[in-house]
Each structure stands twice: as structure tokens, then as C-alpha cells.
């Protein structure tokens, strides 16, 4: 609904008659069976000939009144979404208020994703009891908040980032030892770092954090460095990482100039990794190290038209002879590599077509994979 009337007024028509409860001009109930609500606001309805800086608008004023009478009157909410609101920091201090009061008890699950246009940290969401999921953008963590998150029986974490969070030179990460205390009270507390984003920025990184997954969703190339830093930062706690959407720029075929060294390097650095999605080209012979080196390795996502038929690399002096020779002979056809990869990971493994590989659908949550 892109008509702001006509937002605005049927929020403020559902809010008058869930509260009308003492009355008998309406059925009573109205709005009490609603356990889920979802707000995204169009915040780039200008001219596309703008600049970025300038097609972003926030909400506000009366809409944004209307939305918090709506929440504060939705007294069973499980879970909340409030999607690029944008708010200047003086409305953002208020936004929960009427929820921290009526649902403290009952959600379970809030996404707050550009809350803000710039740096400011949401306190509210430590208020909830028995919240399990929460996704929020970086210029809304803030260290008080990471502290109280300790303190809460917070399952999930996520950090995301989409097109309109600010670029990562204007905001601050959270300072590792913040991270580690709120880790040691809070130690089934999982960290995911989400970037979802057709225009090439970069994740901002969480140094000290126990970060189990890190998804990059995105056309543009996979980077050396993006690969180097999640080892040296999360090399202990990371169990999944991956590139989903097929990249759309120019990537060589060169042995030399591909990421599979670093791939190996993250297989073999990260011993926790269990689900690797990979959309670059590789060869099969890379396929066939990485599920040989990465033994806890559980779940392996490759798009067929990205890998080459070919062994590119050079016998390490730390490999037997027995190995390279496997190496070899089985990196001479997909099939080859298909079965040696399903008798490694124990069951039917294929690698999928760009169809499949768009629909592909990771379970961040699922106990067996962090």
C-alpha cells in the first residue's frame, strides 16, 4: 500500500476498533487473534535520476503515530517487523513503547531493520522475556544494548544489511570485549551476519562476536578479503558461510585468480564449518579438496554451470601420492566428482542448477547445522 491516506487511515480504523471493547457498536475481539505484524516503508519513491542520498525518506509524523497506536493495541503479537522506518533518533527512542508495555511477555520474535538513518541503539528490545529471534542493522546495535542482550534468554542474532544501510565507514562496530561478556552470560546466544544487497558494499564486521553464519546475498563477485577476514575473526565459531544469487560481473577462469585457495583456506582453518554455499567458479578439483578437508562439512550448495572440469592445482608436498592421484583421475568428470563427494558427506550429493540454486533456502536456526 503505497497510499500514505490510505495507510493511515486504515491503521487508525483497525486501532479504533480494538478499542471498543467496552462497547456494543462493534464485535467484540476485533484484533485480538493478530500475532503478527509487518511494516515495510517505501523509502525510495523518488526519481531514480536522484542521487541515493536524496530518494531516501523516513517515516514519520502522523503515519508514524498511527503505527504505534496499531502495535500498542495488538496485544498478542508474537512477532514484529518494522522494515527502513528511517526515524531521526528522537522518534526511534519511542517507537516500542506501547509494545514493551502489552507484548513483553508474548513476543517472541522482532525485525528492525534501518530503524534509523544513522547510528542509535534500540534498548527496547532487552525488555521482552521470552524473545528468541531478533534482526536488526548495525547502526541500531550499541553496546548498552549488546550488554542487556546478555542478560536475556536471546536465541538468534541477526545483523543485516540491505541497500539502504549506511556504508560501513559511518558506523562502529561493537567492541570485542563487549561481544565476549555479553557472550559468557548469554552462551547460547548465535550470532548471523546477513548482507543482502545488489550494489557492491561490504559486511561490516563484528570482531569478537560468536558469529555461526555468514551470508553474503548479492550478484557481485565473491572477494578474497571478505574470505580472509571471516577466517581470522571467526575461525572458531563459524559453521556456515555462503554466496547466494548467481554473480552477474566478470570472472576469470584463471587457476590464479580464482578464490580457491582461499576456499581450501576457510575448509581448512574453520574446522566448526558445516553448510558452504559457494556461486564463483571453482574446479572440480577444488570440490573435491574442500569435501575432503572439511570433515565436519555437512552441506555443500555449488551451481554446475560455475564449476570447471579440471585439475589446476600443483601437488603439495603435504599430500600423498595416493591423494593426488585420486585428485586427478576423479576431477575428469562431474559424474567422478559427484560420487566421491556423496561417499564423503554420506548421502546422494549433486551440484544444482541455477534454478535450484536461486531457490535455495538455508535454515539458520537449525540446531544441527550451528
Not at 525485525?111 to 524473545?131: E, M
Not at 541497500?163 to 557472550?183: E, G, L, M, Q
Not at 559468557?184 to 550470532?191: A, D, H, Q, S
Not at 551476519?193 to 562476536?209: F, H, T
Request: charged share 25%.
Amino acid at each position: 500500500m503505497l497510499n500514505f491516506y490510505n495507510l493511515y487511515e486504515f491503521m487508525n480504523m483497525i486501532s479504533w476498533y480494538t478499542e471498543q471493547k467496552a462497547r456494543d457498536i462493534v464485535k467484540s475481539g476485533v484484533g485480538t487473534n493478530v500475532r503478527s505484524l509487518k511494516f515495510t516503508f517505501p523509502c525510495n519513491m523518488a526519481n531514480r535520476d536522484e542521487t541515493e542520498r536524496i530518494r531516501l525518506f523516513g517515516t514519520g509524523g502522523k503515519l508514524l503515530d498511527a503505527l504505534k497506536r496499531l502495535m500498542s493495541n495488538l496485544r498478542k503479537l508474537k512477532k514484529i517487523e518494522l522494515i527502513d522506518l528511517m526515524l531521526d533518533p528522537q522518534e526511534a527512542q519511542y517507537l516500542l513503547d506501547g509494545v514493551c508495555e502489552t507484548c513483553y511477555l508474548t513476543l517472541q520474535s522482532i525485525v528492525l531493520v534501518n530503524t534509523t538513518r544513522v547510528q542509535y541503539q534500540i534498548l527496547h528490545v532487552g525488555i521482552f522475556l521470552n524473545l528468541q529471534v531478533l534482526v536488526i542493522s548495525p547502526q541500531n546495535l550499541g553496546e548498552d544494548m549488546v550488554e542487556l542482550l546478555g542478560y536475556t534468554k536471546l536465541r538468534h542474532l541477526h545483523i543485516f544489511q540491505n541497500r539502504y544501510t549506511p556504508s560501513d565507514f559511518t558506523i562502529k562496530p561493537v567492541p570485542a570485549k563487549i561481544w565476549k561478556n555479553c557472550h559468557r552470560n548469554n552462551p547460547k546466544l548465535c550470532i548471523h551476519l546477513e548482507l543482502q544487497c545488489n550494489k557492491d558494499r561490504q559486511l561490516i564486521w563484528q570482531d569478537g562476536a560468536p558469529v555461526k553464519s555468514i551470508l553474503y546475498d548479492s550478484p557481485h563477485t565473491t572477494q578474497t578479503l571478505q574470505l580472509i577476514n571471516a577466517v581470522e575473526l571467526y575461525r572458531k565459531t563459524l559453521t556456515i558461510y555462503g554466496h547466494k544469487n548467481r554473480p552477474r560481473y566478470y570472472r576469470s577462469k584463471s587457476f590464479h585468480e580464482r578464490i580457491d585457495c582461499t576456499l581450501l583456506l576457510l575448509c581448512r582453518q574453520c574446522t566448526s564449518l558445516k553448510v558452504l554455499i559457494i556461486n564463483e567458479r571453482v574446479s572440480t578439483a577444488t570440490l573435491l579438496l574442500i569435501a575432503f578437508t572439511a570433515r565436519n562439512l555437512r552441506y555443500l550448495h555449488v551451481r554446475s554451470n560455475a564449476v570447471i572440469k579440471r585439475c589446476d592445482w600443483s601437488q603439495n608436498s603435504e599430500w600423498e601420492d595416493e591423494l593426488y592421484i585420486w585428485l586427478k583421475t576423479n576431477s575428469r568428470s562431474f559424474e567422478a566428482v559427484e560420487k566421491e563427494i556423496s561417499q564423503i558427506l554420506g548421502y546422494k550429493w549433486k551440484m544444482l542448477t541455477d534454478k535450484q540454486f536461486n531457490n535455495l533456502n538455508i535454515n539458520l536456526h537449525d540446531d544441527n547445522v550451528l
